[in-house]
């Protein structure tokens, strides 16, 4: 590369002067990487003055041995197939592990080898949970967990902790950590009894905020504050949920919706981080006229369940009691008899192979109307409205049937209601559904399901982007439970 540069002539009384001067070429090295399998390779790559990064890879179990010097270069260890033996000092060294036992090796590692200016460990494409062990690398490492589906048990202490996509996982915190930054997935962070950590930032991109899920933290431990760059909901639950409350900085443009424990209203903290309690009551005076029987069925709030990616909340609203049963067997002026519907038949698998077979009438009028209730709602406190997804009405009147069997999220044949989203390939991103029975219209569904905390949180759940509601009222003689109405809510994002 050569630069000129031109200096502005020299004027005098009889001449004029002027001066070029020119800079000596310049020309760049590219940044060469080297793999190496063997301890032959590996000698070879410390030596040349061209590599600036090695990347020990195997392809069957092999040794490997530094000597004590000072490389001026990067290191990047593969954990698998790899026993490494390192005294150099490099300007970064980096230790991928897949497995338990790889991760636990590393960290073995690092504590025994960190003449290195910088040190992490990165665990990266795991799908089984992994416990890290305890060990004090503070002053010495960090810790990276990226494009994991998995548990991860962190005993050790860190400089710092990242997660760069976590999505289905739980960050289990034993540890002390300074920082722990979210800059994709993560589904919850649990800081223990015990543990302590300085700051947890939410550092999402704005353009990938579509797919960023979770963002719920368990507090049973310390944290001093929490930083949020973009606009996200936050669950914040724990025995010292409470302590938080003044230290959450909102950086981003807009309000956040914050939830506390068991709390029935969500927090607004505006972009001048004023935590305001949402005042609107649940539900109407109307509610006074539903009689609900609210059992160990009634889930208030989320559920996570290991075969289902990201966040899936599934809530159980409280079943009323059959408004069309008077008490005396008479059936109400304002109910229509079973002869007005045209009932079809519908088979349900109950497992090992066997099946029952109910009677129903979907009432497509009500379920839509349902769904225009829920935008309403979602409408009247700012949110974002959902748009009705035809791809998800098979899904919802199944598990509408599935009820009439069964009232739980639990499907008859004993699997979880939302892995029906893998037979129509949407099994990714935020899931949600709630159910409901015995409601014999969609204003009374809407009405029980707001005075449901956990119902309410779904229906206003700003990662939901499409829904779908099935209602079915099911035939007297093949309603085992005897509800009549059984709706189903079905939520994605």
Not at 21 to 26: D, S, V
Not at 134 to 163: P, R
Not at 164 to 189: H, P, R
Not at 379 to 407: C, H, P, Y
Request: charged share 25%; aromatic share 8%; hydrophobic share 30%.
């Amino acid at each position: 590369m050569t630069k000129n540069s031109f200096k502005k002539p020299m004027v005098g009384l009889l001449v004029a002067v002027t001066v070029f001067h020119f800079n000596a070429p310049q020309t760049y090295a590219a940044s060469v990487t080297q793999t190496v399998t063997t301890q032959a390779q590996l000698l070879t790559a410390l030596k040349s003055k061209t590599v600036d990064k090695i990347v020990i890879k195997p392809k069957k179990n092999t040794t490997f041995r530094i000597d004590k010097k000072n490389y001026d270069k990067d290191l990047v260890v593969y954990q698998n197939k790899t026993t490494l033996v390192n005294n150099g000092k490099f300007d970064r060294c980096d230790i991928i592990a897949t497995t338990n036992a790889q991760a636990s090796k590393a960290v073995e590692n690092i504590d025994k080898y960190h003449r290195s200016e910088e040190n992490r460990l990165i665990i990266k494409n795991s799908e089984n949970d992994i416990v890290l062990p305890k060990s004090n690398l503070q002053s010495i490492a960090s810790l990276t967990v990226d494009n994991c589906d998995c548990d991860i048990v962190n005993k050790t202490l860190w400089k710092s902790v990242v997660i760069k996509d976590m999505s289905e996982g739980n960050l289990i915190q034993y540890g002390n950590t300074s920082k722990l930054t979210v800059t994709g997935d993560l589904n919850k962070i649990s800081i223990m009894d015990g543990a302590s950590v300085k700051e947890v930032a939410y550092n999402q991109k704005e353009e990938n905020l579509d797919d960023t899920y979770g963002n719920e933290i368990i507090i049973n431990g310390s944290l001093g504050s929490i930083i949020v760059t973009n606009n996200l909901e936050l669950s914040i639950g724990g025995s010292n949920c409470n302590t938080i409350k003044n230290n959450i900085i909102n950086k981003s443009d807009e309000d956040i919706m914050v939830y506390f424990g068991d709390e029935e209203a969500y927090y607004k903290l505006d972009k001048d981080n004023n935590l305001v309690k949402n005042t609107d009551e649940y539900g109407s005076d109307e509610s006074e006229d539903i009689e609900e029987d609210m059992d160990d069925e009634d889930i208030e709030d989320a559920e996570y369940y290991d075969d289902t990616e990201y966040e899936s909340n599934e809530n159980t609203s409280g079943k009323q009691e059959n408004s069309y049963n008077n008490g005396n067997n008479e059936i109400p002026d304002n109910v229509v008899e079973d002869t007005a519907y045209n009932y079809k038949e519908y088979t349900i698998p109950i497992g090992d192979g066997q099946t029952t077979t109910v009677y129903g009438y979907f009432d497509e009028a009500a379920a839509y109307e349902e769904f225009l209730q829920v935008n309403q709602l979602r409408v009247s406190l700012g949110l974002n409205e959902l748009k009705w997804d035809t791809r998800l009405l098979s899904m919802a009147e199944t598990r509408a049937v599935d009820l009439i069997q069964l009232f739980s999220h639990t499907r008859p044949n004993g699997q979880s209601g939302l892995n029906l989203l893998r037979d129509i390939n949407l099994d990714y991103g935020w899931r949600g559904e709630n159910i409901a029975a015995g409601y014999n219209g969609a204003a009374a569904a809407t009405l029980g399901w707001k005075n449901s905390p956990g119902h309410y949180k779904n229906m206003t759940n700003v990662n939901y982007k499409t829904m779908c509601v099935g209602c079915i009222i099911a035939k007297d003689e093949t309603d085992k439970n005897g509800y009549k109405y059984y709706w189903v809510q079905i939520f994605r994002g």
